[in-house]
């Protein structure tokens, strides 16, 4: 109990021992220039990014480098769910913890990593989640999964999409190594990072609230909007409504 006599917040201060201010600042510009020489990264629509409050950020996923390309493209500290197995690799999972990711076991409804995701909404801060769960082999989109749904439908929260070009090109991406259309011009394009316009889910017109599964499907609608044809998947075959 704390000193009021209400319940202690079991997580605490979820920023606390975390990458921020100034030093946030200070090595996000020195990964943009890296990841400007070493990647060719651009990144579009940052003005769509607001500058503080609770959000939730979307993206479809290529490689395993995507949750820290993201993070430099954000102007704001962004803490991702990151797989389980990560955390426990010396050193990497150190500093996946200081920039803010906690922990997700993609192979069930991770109870734990949702209620902790909502903890981080509910104080103000910026999570990012990829609704497809793993890496596209094929680049395209996959289903969206329900956690992302509930997390937003949870938080009620803004959701911003987030587009991700190019990074499937890049090289040490496992088994989930993209190996299509290897000519050179497409790969000389780089990677290309696009922030959306953030939305909120709206109920559906027959006035109910909207399932997990449709919350997700929505995300992932917009994320699709902004992509190019060939890396829509299921979401370039269906009218979004949009």
Avoid at 64 to 85: I, Q, S, T
Avoid at 141 to 152: C, D, N, V
Wanted: glycine share 12%; with cysteine.
């Amino acid at each position: 109990m704390s000193s009021q006599g209400t319940p202690a917040n079991p997580h605490g201060d979820v920023m606390a021992g975390k990458l921020r201010g100034r030093g946030f600042t200070a090595l996000r510009a020195v990964l943009l220039v890296l990841c400007r020489i070493l990647f060719g990264m651009k990144i579009h629509g940052l003005n769509n990014v607001p500058a503080d409050g609770p959000l939730i950020v979307v993206s479809n996923h290529l490689h395993n480098a995507d949750p820290l390309l993201v993070c430099v493209a954000c102007p704001r500290p962004l803490h991702f769910m990151a797989k389980k197995e990560l955390m426990s690799v010396p050193v990497i999972g150190r500093i996946i913890r200081f920039g803010g990711g906690f922990p997700v076991d993609r192979g069930k409804a991770d109870r734990q990593a949702i209620q902790m995701a909502g903890e981080h909404v509910k104080q103000g801060v910026a999570v990012g989640m990829f609704p497809e769960g793993t890496r596209s082999i094929s680049r395209t989109i996959e289903r969206a999964l329900p956690g992302a749904g509930l997390i937003a439908l949870r938080g009620n929260a803004p959701i911003l999409p987030v587009a991700i070009v190019g990074s499937e090109r890049l090289p040490f991406n496992g088994a989930k190594q993209f190996k299509g259309g290897r000519n050179r011009p497409e790969r000389r394009k780089g990677v290309t990072i696009t922030f959306g316009e953030p939305f909120r889910l709206d109920l559906k017109p027959d006035g109910k609230r909207m399932s997990a599964d449709e919350a997700a499907n929505v995300a992932m609608e917009r994320v699709a909007a902004m992509l190019p044809e060939e890396y829509r998947g299921i979401y370039g075959i269906q009218d979004s409504g949009l």
